[in-house]
Structures are given as structure tokens and as C-alpha cells.
């Protein structure tokens, strides 16, 4: 893949657009002034900076400063307990009227960790090769946990998991990892605020049509309302279904239901187009990855382009109702400057490996010949060597 991954750089670039289009919508629909809109297109300018002054420098001297960069994120993430809670949750470091959430740093950082200490294991025996990257992963993971955010925390397991069978995960292995993490979920429970328990049984009690909907039941009653009002086309074309302004209503419409607000004015063909550039993005992702024969490379395009999927599935799944409402944003849709200028981060990455990818430590660098979840193969010892 000599040519650069314009597929990524083209859907990133109509997302935002389409989050944008999102926004002005719920600004509409709440008598704003457009505040929020000319926030968000100011982060997406910065955002679009960060990816490309990342893309620029050879990503594996960036690689180098993974471990800092994981370090910087820990350190960020005890600092939110020094602030003050907003909605009950300390998830932000503010200055004067900015803010920050470093749990978005954090996912970027995990994975680049995570891949750094993957790539110089050529043969995984036993649980002590899995203590590492699990180590790294959890100690984010309860942090976030803590603030509480139970959507953020949610995403860093799968990815880590995606980017270990990358790495040859046993099956073996990966039948343990399956088994722990159901003898682990009744003490995930008990560690679970009650507002983080009442978003996941609110899944199951769901009020019926003719019953008043309250708490976490009356947000996903809302959104399931507003998605219904799209219709097949959408508002933008076909008009307002109603007039009655209060059936709009919708908590954290341009933040954690900005999917729902694209449903309503674009309807099933925006909804397409909206899943289809996320699936282009992430198919692009995995291509890099399969095109980069440098372990390191591999692993974090593998887990940054499952960073976007799970992230996707995520937020998707809540606004209709088939996951616990855990307020997951939408990657470079929803708004807040935070998450757009993390994906900058991201992004960046993911255009720097894809214009790269012809280094390799073996010709098979992934393999392993025992039982494992990826093809069968070992390491080759020695430095790096250009590819053909």
C-alpha cells in the first residue's frame, strides 16, 4: 500500500461534516444560538492539525514515546479527582472555560502501549504472557471506572482482545480470557455505581407504549421516539412529522444520541451513508494493517481501527436500544473537542503506518506454530530489514 489511505482521510473528513449537519439540527430543534456548531467546527480545524503533524514523522519514533505518553494518561486520569464533579462524574480537567476528558487520551495510549509490548513476544505460552498487555489495559480501565464512565471503559477490553489474536493468541488462551471475564462480571457488578447498574437494567424494563417512561427508561424512550420520527427520509427532505416541539426533546441529543439527530433529519439513507463511511474507515484500517509487515505497526493499526469499530457498535447499539445507555460518544460525529481531537490523534497514526508499510522483521511476523487464534509461524531475530 504505497499510496496514502485517502479512503480514511475522505470518510473522516464527511463525518465530521455529518456531525456538523447534526449539531446545527439540535441546535435548531433547542432554540440555540449555533455556540455549539462554531465550537465544534474550531475543533475539528485542530483536530485536523493534529492528524497531520502526526502523519508526518516516521510512526515508529512515535512508537518510542508510547510508554510516556500511557504514563502522561495515568497520571491525567487521577488528576480529574482534584476537580470538582459535573453530573456526578469527575471525568474532566478543566482551565479557566476549557476542558478535557483524558479518558480519550487514554484509548489512543493503550493501544500504542499495548502494541509496544506485543511486538517482541514471538511465542505466547501460559497465562504470564497474557499479564502484560492485561495489566496495562485495566489499570485505564478501573480509573474510569471510578469517575464513573462505565461507555468508555467498556471499549478498551475488546480492542486489547482483537490486537492479542493479531499477536497469536492461543485458542486455549482465549477460551481462559472468555472464561475470567464471566467469573469476573459479578464482581464488576458489585463495583458498579447504582447509576451505572439502573443504565444496564433499564435494558431489560423497558416501558411499553402506553407506560410513563422515568430515568435511564425515559432518555432511551426518547431516542427510540426520535429515530421513529425520521421516518424513511428524514426531516431535511420530508419535513417535521410533528409539530409538537416536546417529541424532539432528547437529553445529550448532540453528544451521546447525535445518531438518533441524523436519523431524524436524514433518515435510513443518512443512517447508510453514515454506517457505511465508518465501515469504509475501519476496512482501510485493517488493510494497512495486513499491508504492514512491522509488528508494531500491525498491532496499533489493528487496534486503533478496532478502537473506531467497538466505538461505533457501542453508541449504535444504545441509541436503539439493544445495549445499556452508558453515553459512548459517536467517533468525529458526536460533539465535544476531547473526543475529536483524540481521533485527530488517531487518525494520524493510521495515515502514518498506511504510508509505511514496507518494513518487516520476518516474512511472516505474526505466526506461531502452536495452537493459535492467527496463522502459524515465529519471530525472526535480529534488526528490522527493509522489504522488497
Not at 6 to 29: D, K, N, Q, S, Y
Not at 283 to 288: A, F, K, R, T, V
Request: aromatic share 8%.
Amino acid at each position: 500500500m504505497r499510496r496514502g489511505p485517502w479512503l480514511i482521510v475522505g470518510a473522516a473528513a464527511a463525518l465530521v461534516a455529518l456531525g456538523c449537519l447534526g449539531i446545527a439540527r439540535c441546535e435548531e430543534l433547542s432554540g440555540g444560538s449555533g455556540r455549539y456548531l462554531r465550537q465544534q467546527i474550531v475543533w475539528a480545524v485542530l483536530a485536523a492539525l493534529v492528524c497531520a503533524m502526526v502523519s508526518v514523522p516516521n510512526y515508529r519514533k512515535l512508537g518510542r514515546w508510547s510508554f510516556a505518553l500511557f504514563l502522561l494518561a495515568i497520571v491525567l486520569l487521577l488528576l480529574v479527582y482534584l476537580f470538582p464533579p459535573i453530573n456526578g462524574s469527575r471525568r474532566w480537567l478543566r482551565i479557566g472555560p476549557l476542558g478535557f476528558q483524558p479518558s480519550e487520551l487514554a484509548k489512543v495510549a493503550c493501544v500504542l502501549v499495548v502494541a509496544r509490548s506485543l511486538m517482541n513476544r514471538p511465542v505466547w505460552t501460559g497465562a504470564a504472557a497474557l499479564m502484560a498487555p492485561i495489566g496495562l489495559t485495566m489499570a485505564p480501565v478501573l480509573l474510569i471506572l471510578r469517575e464513573p464512565d462505565l461507555g468508555t471503559a467498556l471499549v478498551f477490553l475488546p480492542v486489547v482482545l482483537m490486537m492479542l489474536v493479531a499477536a497469536g493468541l492461543r485458542r486455549s488462551q482465549f477460551l481462559a480470557l472468555a472464561l475470567a471475564g464471566l467469573v469476573a462480571m459479578p464482581v464488576l457488578w458489585s463495583q458498579m455505581s447504582l447509576e451505572q447498574q439502573s443504565r444496564v437494567t433499564s435494558l431489560f424494563e423497558q416501558a411499553g407504549p402506553a407506560e410513563a417512561a422515568t430515568g435511564d427508561g425515559y432518555h432511551l424512550r426518547q431516542a427510540k421516539q426520535v429515530l421513529a420520527l425520521g421516518g424513511f427520509w428524514g426531516s431535511l427532505l420530508a419535513g417535521p412529522a410533528v409539530e409538537d416541539s416536546a417529541a424532539y426533546h432528547l437529553p445529550e441529543a448532540r453528544s451521546d444520541f447525535i445518531f438518533c439527530v441524523l436519523k431524524e433529519r436524514l433518515g435510513l439513507p443518512g443512517v447508510a451513508l453514515v454506517l457505511g463511511l465508518y465501515a469504509a474507515m475501519v476496512w482501510q484500517g485493517l488493510e494497512i494493517a495486513a499491508a504492514t509487515s512491522e509488528p508494531f505497526g500491525r498491532l496499533t493499526a489493528v487496534g486503533l481501527s478496532s478502537l473506531v469499530g467497538v466505538q461505533v457498535l457501542i453508541n449504535t447499539g444504545m441509541n436503539v436500544g439493544l445495549l445499556p445507555i452508558t453515553g459512548l460518544s459517536l467517533p468525529l460525529v458526536s460533539y465535544g473537542g476531547s473526543g475529536l481531537v483524540s481521533h485527530g490523534l488517531l487518525l494520524g497514526l493510521l495515515i502514518n503506518i498506511g504510508m509505511r508499510p514496507g518494513y518487516e522483521v520476518a516474512r511472516e511476523p505474526f505466526r506461531d506454530p502452536g495452537n493459535s487464534m492467527a496463522p502459524t509461524g515465529r519471530f525472526r531475530s535480529g534488526r528490522a530489514r527493509a522489504s522488497r
